[in-house]
């Protein structure tokens, strides 16, 4: 294979090192003309002191000679010179290539990861190759050494997974593939950010106990926002997640660790940061993992508590006292019951592509109207969501008294067969967060909504409105019962 490197960093040289040595033809290409003349004559990288870079391995500073006619076009810049190295590259680059990026971050003005970021650059000059995203528990020192490494590659297209698979993997690295690229980036970015706090932690001087509860809790908080934002849980678990944070909240070669700890034992976090030498990914992760933890209200306490010290100055050993003393939590985000209800269901199920649809309602007095709009709705996908309004959002928002109380509406929708799952409405905002936790494809409503709900399009959720069945209505049924209630002997009503 012909591989085009951006970037001569650590991880760059690394990874030019490795495929070169498994007989692919890379060049490597830097914008710093001092790097590509001292690497090329001396074949050294100083952060990688026991590795030889191996003489096939050409270097440029000319880009198009990295991009023009190769397979691969790989991307190992640092995070904030991705926008800038895609623009550069995207005339060079064609359809029929492929485009890996290792780069970890998301960018805090757009939110958007490195390959969206790649991806746009590309879109703005026509060009809209496959890009995948390479990630994992890989530190380049060990890789530099041939040392066992495994990584994950992940694409929306899964042959082109499997095509970086092939690739990538040799006697000493093992690739898996993943589809949910979401996922794979923002745990790459953010785990970086769990590492400076557990880097803190040790500089405080605490032991193994908080480092475990705080890449415990960090991978739990990542996880919600992951599952917030659409993407799989099980990617959480997964090399891209946990195994990436395990390495880089506790090696030594870690420079989120490292600058963490210098942090911890009293330095400034600029001063930190210089002391490091080498881009700190966790800090320039920060500002973005912040919006997106508003954005989806997700709770992310040692992120905030990280943001605290890095860039409001805040005291560190007062930010681990309040992280330590938050209010009691349940580590299970639901109760055991529901949690195992769901992954059996959703989870056996999610495997068989299933599509999933979501309805909300009141559902008073069950009807045929509302069993038509279910049975329709239910149509359109394999799993039927239903999110019923509570008894207090019924009064407070919709002053409706329901006849018949939440429970007792619960359980008459469980017993049709077209729904697969109620849930409660306690909101008119839960349906953005309803919508990436349930994995949902498909909203339905009643055309009595029409338009209403089409915000829900953003969230990349097809958006349906049925026509409602005419001359039926929980209203006119409780209209009706009260007309022709017949008082009994004692004066009450049937
Ligand atoms: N419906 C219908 N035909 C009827 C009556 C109701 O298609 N004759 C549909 C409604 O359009 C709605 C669903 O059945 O999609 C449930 O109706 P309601 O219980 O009246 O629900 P509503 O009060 O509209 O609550 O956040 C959204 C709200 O919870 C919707």
């Known amino acids: 294979m012909k591989i085009g490197l951006l970037g001569a960093g650590t991880w760059g040289i690394a990874l030019a090192r490795m495929l070169s040595n498994t007989g692919n033809d890379v060049v490597v290409w830097s914008a710093i003309e001092s790097e590509v003349e001292e690497y090329s004559q001396t074949r050294k990288h100083p952060n990688l002191p026991g590795m030889t870079i191996p003489q096939q391995i050409e270097f440029t500073v000319d880009i198009k000679s990295a991009c023009v006619d190769k397979d691969i076009v790989l991307f190992a810049v640092p995070s904030v010179f991705v926008r800038s190295t895609a623009a550069k590259a995207a005339q060079y680059i064609d359809d029929n290539q492929i485009i890996v990026d290792v780069a970890k971050g998301i960018e805090p003005e757009t939110l958007l990861t490195m390959t969206q970021i790649i991806e746009e650059e590309l879109v703005k000059k026509g060009k809209h190759p496959q890009i995948v995203a390479l990630s994992g528990p890989t530190h380049a020192e060990e890789v530099a050494l041939d040392m066992p490494t495994t990584i994950v590659a992940a694409c929306h297209n899964l042959e082109t997974a499997e095509k970086v698979q092939d690739v990538f993997t040799n006697t000493c690295m093992r690739v898996y593939t993943n589809q949910d690229v979401l996922g794979v980036e923002l745990c790459g970015a953010l785990k970086n950010i769990i590492a400076l706090a557990a880097g803190i932690a040790s500089g405080l001087g605490y032991g193994d106990n908080v480092k475990a509860a705080l890449m415990t809790r ?270 009994d002997e004692c004066g009450g009503y049937s």
């Open 218 to 487: 960090g991978l739990a908080e990542i996880t919600r926002l992951g599952v917030a934002m659409g993407c799989f849980e099980e990617t959480f678990t997964g090399l891209a997640g946990m195994g990436d944070l395990i390495v880089t909240a506790t090696s030594k070669h870690s420079r989120n660790n490292k600058a963490g700890y210098l942090i911890g034992s009293g330095m400034k976090p600029e001063q930190a940061i210089k002391g490091v030498g080498m881009v700190v990914e966790g800090v320039n992760a920060l500002p973005a993992a912040m919006q997106l933890a508003s954005k989806y209200s997700v709770e992310m306490p040692i992120v905030e508590a990280v943001n605290a010290v890095i860039n409001e100055g805040t005291d560190v050993k007062e930010t681990v006292v309040t992280l330590m003393q938050r209010d009691k939590k349940s580590e299970l985000p639901k109760s055991a019951l529901d949690l195992s209800f769901e992954h059996t269901v959703i989870k056996n199920r999610k495997g068989l592509g299933m599509k999933r649809v979501i309805t909300y309602g009141t559902f008073d007095l069950l009807h045929y109207g509302h069993i038509n709009l279910l049975k329709r709705a239910k149509a359109l996908g394999d799993y039927l969501v239903v999110v019923l309004s509570s008894d207090e959002f019924n009064w407070k928002e919709k002053h409706k008294k329901c006849y018949f109380t939440y429970e007792q509406r619960k359980a008459l929708l469980e017993s049709i067969r077209y729904v697969d799952l109620v849930i409660p409405e306690n909101s008119w905002e839960q349906k953005k967060t309803d919508v990436h936790e349930y994995h949902i494809d498909t909203f339905v409503m009643g055309d009595d909504w029409e338009g209403k709900f089409d915000f829900l399009k953003d969230e990349g959720v097809e958006v349906v409105y049925l026509p409602r069945t005419p001359e039926i209505s929980t209203t006119q049924i409780k209209h009706d019962l009260n007309a022709n209630a017949a008082p």
